[in-house]
């Protein structure tokens, strides 16, 4: 694994050090509490932002007047935490103002020719308000202000942050990077799956036959390309339920392992043959495809049975099969044989370009630019009730896959046809790279008051 940059959180007691670890990591994996020495070991998580990440590491509050063994300690791990980061977050409590204990540890850290950002927290109480008009004088200059508790001002911090990264040469990881990606291969029987990834591995892995459902369980196999790792999965091969035999509690049984290996996968390759058409079992297994998290690709095998092969025969095959499987409409496309090997390669290419895309992460100021345009070209669609539904926002708030909430003005959901949540959906393709990944946006309704 490539070097995670790393950046650490220091500064005195209960200036919110522990509520900025969890905000930057989304979990809550670091305690809070306003009692002065909660946190005593290093805590380490990682962020993940616009689809790379860094370390991020939480330390224990400073000011420490009387230390005994444990707070020496204390002292000791944040200070090494110091010396091993990349940059270090100097946090200070917006609400008090500056402090001489503040102004002596940026000198000390400044002193040991560490990259240090002054972040004043908690600027969301009426004190820190007040206290925004007074200078910050100390060694790093006016501090950024932001409230952990609130998220406000992260998004800017954390570009800071990665562009600061950058330019010391240091840059944050792409996310494919640091884990193997899990890559799924699912079909109807017969469609060449396993003669797929045999291709794929580089060797005979997987038994490949013309006797249907030869592949009995998923089967993971770890694959290096160009420095990084994939999983890929082989799975039996999905038939309709009337064709399964009402006694063959195997093949059921391995029917329900490949629906497990495609829940759990981070991209699904979901392989055809280039038929006159597609059959309802096709239909089935891409709605299926289309509503999982992971990123989908559509891989036609079998490419060279295919006679008499023109110019326009691959867009033609293309536009045929994406009007029969519309749940997979923004997926990739890609024509191969596995049995000769053409374009095969080009399946890697495609697979780190749908992971990366399904940590797409978009800014509140972009998707308010996005928003207002979206809805000056088609206003949103009134459901039932007799007044139309009023948009207030869109913010992004999850990727893997990219996930939206759609802020509402309105007593009911119904207000809004649903229509509007596919046409922004549309809209959000069209604008941004998110070929391959599902799009989840979900409506929150918003009351009068809150308004």
Not at 8 to 36: C, Y
Not at 395 to 401: E, I, K, N, Y
Request: hydrophobic share 40%; with cysteine.
């Amino acid at each position: 694994m490539p070097h995670i940059p790393t950046i650490a959180i220091l500064g005195r007691a209960n200036v919110g050090k522990s509520t900025l670890f969890n905000r930057l990591v989304e979990a809550r994996q670091a305690m809070v509490s306003p009692i002065a020495g909660t946190t005593r070991d290093r805590q380490e998580g990682v962020c993940l932002w616009r689809g790379r990440v860094i370390r991020v590491v939480d330390t224990g509050g400073l000011d420490i007047k009387h230390p005994d063994d444990i707070e020496e300690e204390i002292v000791r791990q944040a200070k090494i935490a110091a010396k091993e980061a990349d940059i270090v977050i100097l946090l200070g409590d917006g609400s008090v103002g500056l402090t001489g204990f503040d102004r002596q540890l940026a000198d000390e850290l400044l002193q040991g020719r560490q990259t240090v950002l002054g972040i004043a927290n908690k600027e969301d109480t009426k004190e820190a308000k007040r206290r925004a008009y007074e200078a910050w004088h100390w060694a790093l200059g006016a501090p950024r202000t932001i409230s952990a508790a609130r998220g406000t001002g992260i998004g800017d911090l954390l570009d800071e942050i990665y562009d600061l990264l950058e330019k010391r040469g240091k840059p944050p990881i792409d996310i494919i990077e640091t884990k193997p990606t899990r890559v799924a291969v699912l079909g109807k029987p017969n469609v060449g799956k396993s003669t797929l990834l045999n291709r794929v591995l580089g060797e005979e892995r997987f038994i490949t036959s013309p006797v249907a459902h030869t592949t009995r369980e998923p089967n993971d196999v770890l694959v290096e390309r160009n420095g990084h790792e994939y999983v890929f999965i082989d799975t039996a091969g999905i038939r309709k339920k009337s064709q399964v035999r009402r006694g063959d509690a195997l093949e059921r049984e391995s029917v329900a392992r490949a629906r497990i290996a495609r829940a759990r996968a981070d991209v699904i390759l979901f392989v055809i043959e280039p038929n006159t058409f597609i059959e309802v079992q096709e239909r089935t297994l891409a709605g299926e495809v289309g509503a999982a998290s992971g990123g989908a690709i559509v891989v036609v095998n079998k490419w060279d049975t295919v006679p008499e092969k023109k110019t326009n025969t691959v867009k033609e095959f293309e536009a045929f099969i994406r009007d029969g499987l519309p749940p997979l409409r923004h997926a990739p496309m890609v024509f191969v044989s596995a049995l000769k090997g053409q374009r095969t390669e080009k399946l890697f290419e495609m697979i780190d370009k749908v992971e990366q895309n399904r940590y797409t992460q978009l800014s509140d100021d972009v998707l308010a630019e996005f928003l207002q345009k979206a809805m000056h070209r088609h206003k949103p669609v009134k459901g039932m009730g007799s007044a139309p539904p009023k948009i207030l926002g869109l913010r992004q708030v999850g990727v893997a896959p990219p996930t939206f909430e759609l802020a509402l003005k309105a007593r009911r959901v119904r207000k809004l046809h649903p229509s509007y949540l596919r046409y922004l959906e549309n809209r959000l393709r069209e604008t941004f790279d998110l070929a391959g990944t599902p799009v989840r946006i979900y409506v929150k309704t918003v009351s009068s008051s809150a308004t």
